[in-house]
T-cell receptor, first 115, second 113 residues
Framework: GAGVSQSPSNKVTEKGKDVELRCDPI?????LYWYRQSLGQGLEFLIY????????KSGLPSDRFSAERTGGSVSTLTIQRTQQEDSAVYLC?????????????FGPGTRLTVL | QKEVEQDPGPLSVPEGAIVSLNCTYS??????FMWYRQYSRKGPELLMY??SSGNKEDGRFTAQVDKSSKYISLFIRDSQPSDSATYLC?????????????WGLGTSLAVNP
């Protein structure tokens, strides 16, 4: 059983460009989360998908950030017109209903650097 | 005040020491408590999971929850250099459809040989 995978592992882009980050959750997991992790800032919740319900977008920092989850599986986080403050590690996690509490399983992250 | 407070450290101990990591929280509704370990340039991985109060032991690791004090701890016995990582506490109020975890900032631990 494969874990959560993310691509690319590293992304360097220029200020103002758009980027797309991909997450493949664990098969069968209905919940998917995106977080941002900056040095000394801990895990910042961005967005949460649960099955066919409307996503919880309450953590998205601006309208430049958006995310989709197609077919209840793969998710893409898009950042438009990237800024230097967007530089961080973007982590994806998935979990299952009935699992231990809200146990989340994380991917290795995408390290985004905006020059 | 943050819902979950965790001293970021860094904490540096010699190999073989007993390590105590702690989080305090303010929401009395929390009843699911987790400790995650995160190695450098990796995603967090679940280390310990506890429901409600009490202790849970797994090898060299013991998780304690004191709901009356709103305080959770992770103890590492006979610490090893391979335990060097950042340890994050996380907690939530329920296991239903609202599955958002509230996270501590993480404590950086270095175990020196």
């Amino acid at each position: 059983g494969a874990g959560v995978s993310q691509s690319p592992s590293n992304k360097v882009t220029e200020k103002g460009k758009d980027v797309e980050l991909r997450c493949d959750p664990i098969s069968g997991h209905t919940a998917l989360y995106w977080y941002r992790q900056s040095l000394g800032q801990g895990l910042e919740f961005l967005i949460y998908f649960q099955g066919n319900s409307a996503p919880d977008k309450s953590g998205l920092p601006s309208d430049r950030f958006s995310a989709e989850r197609t077919g209840g599986s793969v998710s893409t986080l898009t950042i438009q017109r990237t800024q230097q403050e967007d530089s961080a590690v973007y982590l994806c996690a998935s979990s299952s209903i009935g699992g231990r509490g809200n146990t989340q399983y994380f991917g290795p992250g995408t390290r985004l650097t905006v020059l | 005040q943050k819902e979950v407070e965790q001293d970021p450290g860094p904490l540096s101990v010699p190999e073989g020491a007993i390590v105590s990591l702690n989080c305090t929280y303010s929401n009395s509704a929390f009843q699911y408590f987790m400790w995650y370990r995160q190695y450098s340039r990796k995603g967090p991985e679940l280390l310990m999971y506890t429901y409600s109060s009490g202790n849970k032991e797994d090898g060299r690791f013991t998780a304690q929850v004191d709901k009356s004090s709103k305080y959770i701890s992770l103890f590492i016995r006979d610490s090893q250099p391979s335990d060097s990582a950042t340890y994050l506490c996380a907690m939530s109020a329920n296991a239903g459809n609202n599955r958002k975890l509230i996270w501590g900032l993480g404590t950086s631990l270095a175990v020196n040989p």
